[in-house]
Each structure stands twice: as structure tokens, then as C-alpha cells.
């Protein structure tokens, strides 16, 4: 395991211009440096550089769209492979935290000495997903006294709730969360927004808050059919693991992105007959990670590229849906080839389930928080990651940030250095 991990640490150019971390990485994270200590078997040096820019190393490390991100903009990959950068941050992650049991808190022990003056200064954060624990962490290194107010009994958000384990071990995110909370922050359990916790009595307490709650309420297509029993939002069944018996049965997934390939994976090894896949671009165009793909095809799972569900029939219950083919066409003012529905290509196939896995909006009750939204309902905020009210900031899948890990950990991060500056 070590040589090909020296191997591939090795085959990185550590190049001065950095494209994977400057232009690939969410997060900036210093790659070649951190893969320059890997090769020096400076295993823990190597956390510590991760530390400057990122908490979430065991976690990005492993689900990381890296093939779109990082190791896309990788110059070894011009002319081959890339460096395989995703598994050698996982590595140190384990090497360093796992195995030679150090801690994120001696990474920042000294700065949190330095900034003991901070310790009168008090932010709540709402929700203890990717967004919120990096939000945390980084206010807690500068001294600042972290509360989290979390819905669940546990901390992770999606990173527990809506990844399987076949992609991310439940382990490493808890090993993660335990890590961040070292540094001093504190926690109360099973507070949910509109429930038992109001922003009006936080804003009383606290200096600042962050909001970052995610957004996890699956859209839906306005097509005949979609409340019957039997349709479910792709989301939800990830979140809240109440799955129907699939047995022998043949489910729709609708949609090309991440959470369609965790629903198909997770729903075939449950047991379905036939899992099909049903998107209406190509497969180039899929914003799911090739990788993933892969994966759910050698399990599988079957796809129905250039294909779009245009009606569900039943009396009460799921028993068929109305597919169409597509063709792609360019379109003015369109960035990418649209897909066009192609006349009387219309078929009906069986069916016992469909989920739809189209993306996600934020849930209904943050309309009445008294926050400004955007046009597609997500929390509106300024460059610095402020709300329309000032002493309130918003990150992640909320605030309408891209959907990825990495970007929801940077928002975090970046609204942890203007809460900082207000409160200095």
C-alpha cells in the first residue's frame, strides 16, 4: 500500500503554477506541497497543509468529483492519467488522523492561544452539514465560542444522511466531526428551525449567525401522475432511508447527477429487478462523476440516455410510465446542445417505482424566516456571505452555492472570514 502510494505521490510534477489547486480545487488547498511532504513520508506535515485551507480531508478525499475539479486541471493529465489527487488526500487523512493518531487541534492549537481574546465573541451555526462544521472549525482556530444547533442527533448533514456507504464510510465522517469538535465547539441536538428554535430568540445571543441547513427538498417536474403512491423524491429516500420493499420490482430514477447514481446504486442492491436510469441528455453531459457511473453500470443498473418521462399512469399506484426520446440541438443564447423532444418517439414501459433525483430547493418554511430570497428560493446573500440581515450570513446548498462537497465547505469557510472581520 505505501510504494503505490509513493508511487502515485511520485508521478505529481509539483508544478509552480498549481492549476489544481488554484483553478481545479474548490477549496484552493496547496496539492503539490501536501503531495511533496507524502513523498517525504511527512505524513501528519502533509494534514497540517491541508488544514490551512480545508476540514473535510477524509471526506473530500474520497467524494470529491476530482475527474471535474482537482485532477482535471492536473497537467500530468494533458497528455495521460492525471495524479490520482483525491485518494492521496484520503491517505493522509488516514495515515496522519487514523493511524498515527494526531488531531486537527495540534494543527491549530497555537492559533486558537493566539486568539483567546475572540472567546467573548459568540456565532450560533444552524446546521452541522459540510457548510456548517467549516464554518465552525475555522471561527474556532481563530478563538471565536462555536455553537452548533443541529435538527438530528448527529452531525454530518448529507455527509451521513445522503451518501451511501459504498461511497463514503460512516466512520470517516464521525472521525471527521469528532476532529472538528476538539477544537471546543458545542453542540445541541434535535433543534430544528420553525420547531423549537427561532432565529428572532438566537439573534438575542449571539454575535453572528450562520445559516446552513442545506437544501434538501427534491424538485419535482409538474408532470400528470407524479402524486401517485409509488413516486418518490430521491432526496428523502436518502435522507430519511425509508425505502419500499424493492424486491423483484422495476424502479425509474429520473435525473443525471450525483444523487440519481447514489439512489440507482442503493436501490439495485436492495434487491430490484431492473434499475433504469432515465436522463434526457447524453452521456457527456451528465453532471454525475464518470466514476459513478461506471460504477452503477458494473452494477447493473441500466441508462436510458436522451430520454425524458413526460407522463406516470395508474389508477392509484405507479404501473407505467410514458418515456420520449430526445435529440440535442443548439440553441441561442444556450451554452450547451438542449434537448428537444422528438415527435411521436413517445413509448409506454412498466414500471413499480420512479424517484425523482432532478435536484434539490430549500424546504418550505424558509420563506417565513424574514430572509430575502433569489428567484429560485434559496437564501440571497452578498459576497461576503451576508443575508439581507446583516448580523445573519447563509452557506451551502441554501444559499443556492454550487453542489458539491467542496464548494459548500469554501462557502463555510469564506463566511468564517467575514464573520470574523464584523466581529473584529
Given at each position: 500500500m505505501l510504494d503505490e502510494i509513493k508511487e502515485k505521490a511520485n508521478y505529481c510534477l509539483n508544478c509552480k503554477v498549481k492549476p489544481c489547486s488554484l483553478k481545479g480545487c474548490p477549496l484552493n488547498n496547496?496539492?503539490?506541497e501536501f503531495i511533496k511532504l507524502v513523498k517525504e513520508e511527512r505524513y501528519f506535515e502533509a494534514y497540517k497543509v491541508l488544514s490551512e485551507t480545508t476540514v473535510l480531508q477524509g471526506v473530500c478525499g474520497r467524494i470529491c468529483p476530482h475527474e471535474k475539479q482537482c485532477q482535471g486541471s492536473c497537467v500530468r493529465g494533458i497528455k495521460g492519467e492525471?495524479?490520482?489527487?483525491?485518494?492521496?488526500?484520503?491517505?493522509?487523512?488516514?495515515?496522519?488522523?487514523?493511524?498515527?493518531?494526531?488531531?486537527?487541534?495540534?494543527?491549530?492549537?497555537n492559533e486558537i492561544m493566539q486568539n483567546k481574546a475572540n472567546s467573548d465573541k459568540k456565532v450560533a451555526i444552524i446546521g452541522g452539514g459540510?457548510?456548517?462544521?467549516?464554518?465552525?472549525?475555522?471561527?474556532?482556530?481563530?478563538?471565536?465560542?462555536?455553537?452548533?444547533?443541529?435538527?438530528?442527533?448527529?452531525?454530518?448533514?448529507?455527509l451521513m444522511y445522503?451518501?451511501?456507504?459504498?461511497?463514503?464510510?460512516?466512520?470517516?465522517?464521525?472521525?471527521?466531526?469528532?476532529?472538528?469538535?476538539?477544537?471546543?465547539?458545542?453542540?445541541?441536538?434535535?433543534?430544528?428551525?420553525?420547531?423549537?428554535?427561532?432565529?428572532?430568540?438566537?439573534?438575542?445571543?449571539?454575535?453572528?449567525?450562520f445559516l446552513s441547513i442545506g437544501a434538501n427538498k427534491s424538485s419535482r417536474m409538474g408532470i400528470e401522475g407524479e402524486d401517485l403512491d409509488g413516486v418518490y423524491g430521491g432526496n428523502e429516500l436518502l435522507e430519511y432511508n425509508?425505502?419500499?420493499?424493492?424486491?423483484?420490482?422495476?424502479?425509474a430514477v429520473i435525473g443525471g447527477g450525483n444523487v440519481a447514481m447514489d439512489c440507482a446504486r442503493t436501490i439495485k442492491r436492495l434487491g430490484a429487478d431492473k434499475v433504469k436510469v432515465v436522463y434526457r441528455r447524453a452521456r457527456e453531459q451528465m453532471p454525475a462523476e464518470n466514476k459513478e457511473i461506471e460504477d452503477a453500470i458494473n452494477e447493473g443498473v441500466e441508462f436510458l440516455f436522451q430520454h425524458n418521462i413526460v407522463r406516470i399512469l395508474g389508477s392509484e399506484k405507479v404501473q407505467k410510465m410514458e418515456l420520449i426520446k430526445t435529440?440535442?440541438?443548439?440553441?441561442?443564447?444556450?451554452?450547451?446542445?438542449?434537448?428537444?423532444?422528438?415527435?411521436?418517439?413517445?413509448?409506454?414501459?412498466?414500471?413499480?417505482y420512479i424517484v425523482m433525483a432532478l435536484g434539490s430547493k430549500p424546504a418550505d418554511f424558509v420563506s417565513n424566516l424574514g430572509l430575502e430570497l433569489n428567484k429560485w428560493g434559496n437564501i440571497k446573500i452578498n459576497e461576503k456571505y451576508?443575508?439581507?440581515?446583516?448580523?445573519?450570513?447563509?452557506?451551502?446548498?441554501?444559499?443556492?452555492?454550487?453542489?458539491?462537497?467542496?464548494?459548500a465547505a469554501k462557502s463555510g469557510r469564506e463566511a468564517a472570514k467575514s464573520i470574523l472581520e464584523n466581529l473584529n
Open positions: 496547496n496539492i503539490p492525471p495524479v490520482s489527487i483525491g485518494e492521496l488526500e484520503a491517505f493522509v487523512f488516514d495515515k496522519a488522523i487514523l493511524e498515527e493518531k494526531h488531531t486537527l487541534l495540534e494543527c491549530y492549537e459540510p457548510a456548517g462544521l467549516t464554518c465552525s472549525a475555522f471561527l474556532a482556530k481563530n478563538g471565536v465560542n462555536v455553537t452548533i444547533y443541529e435538527k438530528y442527533d448527529y452531525l454530518g448533514g448529507l445522503g451518501i451511501p456507504d459504498f461511497r463514503l464510510l460512516k466512520e470517516i465522517v464521525k472521525e471527521t466531526v469528532n476532529q472538528i469538535l476538539n477544537l471546543g465547539v458545542n453542540v445541541k441536538y434535535n433543534q430544528e428551525l420553525g420547531k423549537n428554535l427561532e432565529l428572532k430568540d438566537l439573534e438575542q445571543k449571539y454575535d453572528a449567525i425509508l425505502h419500499p420493499s424493492y424486491r423483484g420490482k422495476k424502479v435529440e440535442l440541438v443548439e440553441k441561442e443564447g444556450e451554452s450547451r446542445l438542449v434537448p428537444v423532444n422528438i415527435e411521436n418517439s413517445n413509448y409506454v414501459e412498466d414500471i413499480d451576508q443575508t439581507s440581515n446583516p448580523k445573519i450570513y447563509s452557506g451551502g446548498d441554501l444559499a443556492g452555492i454550487k453542489g458539491t462537497v467542496a464548494w
